[in-house]
């Protein structure tokens, strides 16, 4: 169909009347992108589909859905060699993991009853296990909870004893004129050694905090694998499964990387 008969039709307009029913953000971009089609017979399932939708929602007087994160970005993420998810990316997952919980749990009754909406409904994998684990380590601001494991637990007690004494890009600059002005001084050599001897002590300084933060970073990946492993060790759903040991694989590349400035 051309671009003039959607105007004719004004099948866009109709599109974003549709999409103000939804007050969900991400449901009202999939509605935006909808585009017609000529099979016949998907066309048929879909409608079939919808109406099982229907008559389940009309029974019940309402659905337990409204918002819900996108964790699309977080999951390709994960593809990625050497990346890492945010503890509110992670806690994002965990969100979906509850909301699939409640749907099917909303669904059960009524499925033996439907003929595509079940198809839709044996992939739908909550894991309790995973969402509790992840609720009992990370709080709903995405902060990692003290109740946590004790590797994780350290982690922003130690960030907040050190977090004043990170340099940053302008302190390096700040270090560099130091030492160009020592450089270009007139004062005795004695004076000049004393003041070299500082310098070099922040510079030493610094190396100190970037050990100690690579530490850190070790320290909360390690926890992680761990987690990692002991759903791998259950019966987890393929897609799951699958994720799982990326995970894994990925932390283990990192442990495994050695990065230039350590011991510096």
Known sequence: MRDKDFNTLEFKKFLENLSE?????????????????????????????????????????????????????S?????IEESILSSIEIK??????????????FLTPHIRNTEILIRRYKNLYPSRE?????????????????????????????????KNTIKTPEYFKILTDKIIRLTDSTEDSEA?????????????????????????????????????TLLLLEDQPPELQKMLKNMRHETATILHTWLKMEGK
């Open 75 to 79: 999951l390709n993420l994960l593809k």
């Open 21 to 73: 029913f939804s007050p969900n953000e991400i449901t009202k971009k999939e509605i935006l992108n909808l585009k017609p089609t000529k099979d016949e017979f998907s066309l048929k399932n879909k409608i079939k589909g919808t109406q099982e939708f229907i008559d389940i929602a009309n029974y019940e007087g309402y659905f337990p859905l409204t918002e819900y994160p996108d964790v699309i970005k």
């Open 130 to 162: 995973t969402e509790r684990i992840i609720n009992d380590s990370i709080d709903s601001s995405g902060s990692i909870k003290d109740s946590a494991s004790k590797d994780l637990a350290k982690i922003e007690l130690l960030y907040a004893r050190v």
């Open 192 to 228: 000049k050694e004393r003041q070299c001897k500082k310098i070099c002590r922040q510079i030493r300084f610094i190396g100190g905090r970037q050990d100690h933060l690579t530490g850190m970073l070790r320290s909360t990946v390690k926890a992680f694998r761990i987690r990692v």
């Open 92 to 105: 994002n997952i965990a969100t979906i993991f509850s909301i699939t919980r409640e749907i099917k749990h």
